[in-house]
């Protein structure tokens, strides 16, 4: 079935641009994005007018909701769930043996995984998180689960069962009991995944990060990862003790060392990513690897702040993430605030008892735009998906807003508002309860 | 008409403390709290059943919805609600001169005026901001109007009329033109708030900042806090330009300055004041004023982030504010986790390129219970009102909060969450569509 959808469009198609668009959108039966017909001209009007005409399904947006991209969460733990918000008081190790863990633990209950993974999907797809990139736990059942929940609330994502074994770095009741059970479950979750046929639901291979897992895991998991193709994610170098760490164990840093277990790979989701050296960001580029940037959770766990402008000079591929639970904001648009918040603290810096020259980083702000698109195209790029932008050859995952709800805090103002405030003021200013409409794959997901 | 709310109240009578209280609240019909009965003990279950059965007016809160303080933003400016959201990747000198102060001459025009006060105060009881600290713009009628509008959606407030007079700091075309105009001006606004004799409204003299005034309206704004015994309220050591303008002006740090005039008082309220030396928060605590702590607004505009420890270690009263517009979050409740994850940006530092030890500022993290005391009664000290705690003899300005609500993102699971974890849930994770009663002197009052 056809559709077409016609209204302002707001996207990003490269860092610190937006554009803004009169727009009919015309999707394919199968969820591709065959034209972007542009209003301001007479022919694009035209053409926009036949494609409504001959759409099965058109959704004309009232004046006041704008059409943008969906959004591409590259890091969600899933099964953290059911403890957004607590515990963020607390130092790393602690949240994760007291909180995280135990929580982790209990998705052995398959009836618990569901009801779990039936509230957050479609939570997420409700904040306008069209793809999302999960981590869940290291349960086989309750990671297809997942999976199957994706696919049948039309949610794009990445599943992947976590895999850890190492006996110092995670309790003895929560790990995979040997390197080769941690590879075979792996393997096997890659095949459950793909049994389910799903065109939005992919497999991901998930080392939790290098201190849950021992040598042998991790190398059984880079030859997984090339035996099978599949997409890989970690956590890395995330935070001071993450970095000392990997120095201490492996004598490099933590991606170098991952990159000699060959889990430095095109399309690798490495989350947080924060204290990577010049040399790292030179790898995570050569290697066509990503960051999952996860602003808000790095100022709870990460020690610092993500340089998101030396990395994009540095070509490295960048998205954003949640991080859920870490990050206790469950959608993107939330996560776009943090972004430039932090960006101006890392330029700025934190402590007054410093000279001004002393505190910051100069140069490393972002704006409003750069985040969207860290949000969107950028994050596709990472996982290399043909998602994040409004345009022909692309699938229509895509979210309306709507500017004018009674309660929400969106204020446009006759003659006061330009386009770029009216951008900024969405992307800033929208509540989940202000997404209207969710499209993936060319269907309505709304729930 | 007397009340009774019963309900499981949640609120924080010190920093890093939270109390849980199944409670019957006992309000007079002048909107005081007259008990608040334990129902954990069998006299007070008896006493607040005897409350209940007596008042004119009774509210039961079902499970799962909770019994809070009312918020008091201590700065909010009133005119630029306008702009909330845009402009926050500018300077502040461009962010003031090409958005705020160009939007702020507007309210000359008093039907402008009235539209956008008549928006703003009921968003603003919506978001839980039970007691909000205005500054409004220089016209004496709309100030006055903004008085009214708080007083007739029955929100506590202290409403200033902002006085700017230099020539240097202040576009020509939005300022006082004299300092004795600004100071008879300041005093007219005094008179015609107190004029509207409103149990709720009171108000405050507002210099707006020493940049934009000459030490004849200073020394006036100062004679007239004297000679009236008003509040007052100035930003106050923001930035790293504001306070080398102040050394270059004053010679010497924008607290003392303004100490010199007069303006630092009882009840004065000094917006950021993020740069306060340990000299600044003596004479801070010891003339008994107190700062309005911005999380937010401070990332983009100040430079550096507020050391609340320090400062509550020296005694300095502290409370939140949003600094509409400034800080684009228009509710307490995420000025709450702002100010939680500031904190630990301050502590951890921001910059990976430096060592752990030189990055930050050691035991500066503040958790969810001291951010929310400084939301309720924290704020309520700075200004000396008798709210921010449910105690008998404090007015009783309260919000209910639903944990449960379909659509919102709280989710608290049996036998997983104890009464720290739903605190901290409920605080950091409440929207304003969470917030399903809000009351101020007794009264119902949620738009």
Same mark, same amino acid.
């Given at each position: @079935?056809?559709?077409?959808?016609?209204?302002?469009?707001?996207?990003?198609?490269?860092?610190?641009?937006?554009?803004?668009?009169?727009?009919?959108?015309?999707?394919?039966?199968?969820? #591709?994005?065959?034209?972007?017909?542009?209003?301001?001209?007479?022919?694009? &009007?035209?053409?926009?007018?036949?494609?409504?005409?001959?759409?099965?399904?058109?959704?004309?947006?009232?004046?006041?909701?704008?059409? @943008?991209?969906?959004? !591409?969460?590259?890091?969600?733990?899933?099964?953290?769930?059911?403890?957004?918000?607590?515990?963020?008081?607390?130092?790393?190790?602690?949240?994760?043996?007291?909180?995280?863990?135990?929580?982790?633990?209990?998705?052995?209950?398959?009836?618990?995984?569901?009801?779990?993974?039936?509230?957050?999907?479609?939570?997420?797809?409700?904040?306008?998180?069209?793809?999302?990139?999960?981590?869940?736990?290291?349960?086989?059942?309750?990671?297809?689960?997942?999976? /199957?929940?994706?696919?049948?609330?039309?949610?794009?994502?990445?599943?992947?069962?976590? &895999? @850890?074994?190492?006996?110092?770095?995670?309790?003895?009741?929560? +790990?995979?009991?040997?390197?080769?059970?941690?590879?075979?479950?792996?393997?096997?979750?890659?095949?459950?995944?793909?049994?389910?046929?799903?065109?939005?639901?992919?497999?991901?291979?998930?080392?939790?990060?290098?201190?849950?897992?021992?040598?042998?895991?991790?190398?059984?998991?880079?030859?997984?990862?090339?035996?099978?193709?599949?997409?890989?994610?970690?956590?890395?170098?995330?935070?001071?003790?993450?970095?000392?760490?990997?120095?201490?164990?492996?004598?490099?840093?933590?991606?170098?060392?991952?990159? +000699?277990?060959?889990? !430095? /790979?095109? /399309?690798?989701?490495?989350?947080?990513?924060?204290?990577?050296?010049?040399?790292?960001?030179?790898?995570?580029?050569?290697?066509?690897?990503?960051?999952?940037?996860?602003?808000?959770?790095?100022?709870?766990?990460?020690?610092?702040?993500?340089?998101?402008?030396?990395?994009?000079?540095?070509?490295?591929?960048?998205?954003?993430?949640?991080?859920?639970?870490?990050?206790?904001?469950?959608?993107?648009?939330?996560?776009?605030?943090?972004?430039?918040?932090?960006?101006?603290?890392?330029?700025?810096?934190?402590?007054?008892?410093?000279?001004?020259?002393?505190?910051?980083?100069?140069?490393?702000?972002?704006?409003?735009?750069?985040?969207?698109?860290?949000?969107?195209?950028?994050?596709?790029?990472?996982?290399?998906?043909? !998602?994040?932008?409004?345009?022909?050859?692309?699938?229509?995952?895509?979210?309306?807003? /709507?500017?004018?709800?009674?309660?929400?805090?969106?204020?446009?103002?006759?003659?006061?508002?330009?386009? #770029?405030?009216?951008?900024?003021?969405?992307?800033?200013? &929208?509540?989940?309860?202000?997404?209207?409409?969710?499209?993936?794959?060319? #269907?309505?997901?709304?729930?």
């Amino acid at each position: @079935m056809t559709l077409a959808v016609a209204g302002t469009l707001m996207q990003t198609p490269a860092p610190d641009q937006f554009t803004v668009t009169d727009a009919v959108v015309e999707v394919d039966a199968t969820g #591709a994005i065959v034209a972007v017909h542009d209003r301001s001209t007479p022919e694009g &009007a035209a053409a926009g007018r036949a494609a409504l005409d001959a759409a099965a399904e058109r959704v004309e947006l009232a004046p006041g909701t704008f059409l @943008m991209p969906g959004m !591409v969460d590259l890091h969600v733990h899933a099964p953290q769930w059911p403890q957004l918000g607590t515990g963020l008081d607390l130092p790393l190790e602690r949240w994760l043996f007291e909180y995280t863990f135990p929580l982790e633990a209990r998705y052995a209950d398959t009836g618990f995984a569901a009801a779990v993974w039936d509230d957050l999907v479609p939570t997420l797809l409700a904040h306008g998180t069209t793809t999302a990139v999960y981590h869940s736990s290291n349960h086989l059942e309750a990671t297809t689960a997942l999976a /199957r929940t994706c696919a049948r609330h039309g949610q794009r994502a990445l599943v992947g069962r976590v &895999a @850890m074994d190492h006996p110092s770095g995670t309790p003895e009741w929560y +790990r995979d009991a040997t390197a080769s059970e941690g590879v075979d479950a792996s393997a096997a979750s890659i095949e459950a995944v793909e049994a389910l046929a799903s065109p939005l639901v992919e497999p991901i291979i998930t080392p939790r990060f290098a201190p849950a897992c021992t040598d042998a895991l991790l190398e059984g998991l880079g030859e997984l990862a090339e035996s099978t193709g599949a997409r890989t994610q970690t956590h890395c170098a995330e935070s001071d003790w993450h970095c000392g760490y990997a120095l201490d164990r492996f004598g490099t840093t933590d991606p170098a060392a991952l990159d +000699r277990f060959g889990l !430095v /790979r095109p /399309r690798t989701v490495l989350a947080h990513a924060d204290h990577l050296t010049t040399d790292d960001m030179a790898l995570v580029s050569g290697q066509r690897a990503g960051v999952a940037h996860c602003p808000l959770s790095n100022a709870y766990f990460a020690n610092a702040v993500f340089r998101v402008r030396r990395a994009l000079a540095a070509n490295v591929r960048v998205g954003l993430g949640t991080d859920i639970a870490g990050g206790a904001r469950p959608g993107l648009l939330a996560m776009c605030q943090d972004a430039v918040t932090v960006s101006r603290m890392l330029e700025d810096g934190v402590d007054p008892a410093l000279g001004a020259a002393e505190r910051g980083v100069p140069a490393s702000r972002i704006d409003t735009a750069t985040a969207f698109w860290l949000a969107t195209a950028g994050g596709a790029a990472v996982v290399d998906l043909p !998602v994040g932008l409004i345009e022909p050859g692309r699938r229509f995952d895509a979210i309306a807003v /709507r500017a004018d709800r009674p309660g929400g805090t969106i204020r446009l103002w006759d003659g006061f508002d330009d386009e #770029a405030r009216i951008f900024e003021k969405v992307v800033r200013l &929208a509540a989940d309860d202000d997404i209207s409409h969710v499209w993936v794959d060319g #269907a309505s997901v709304k729930p």
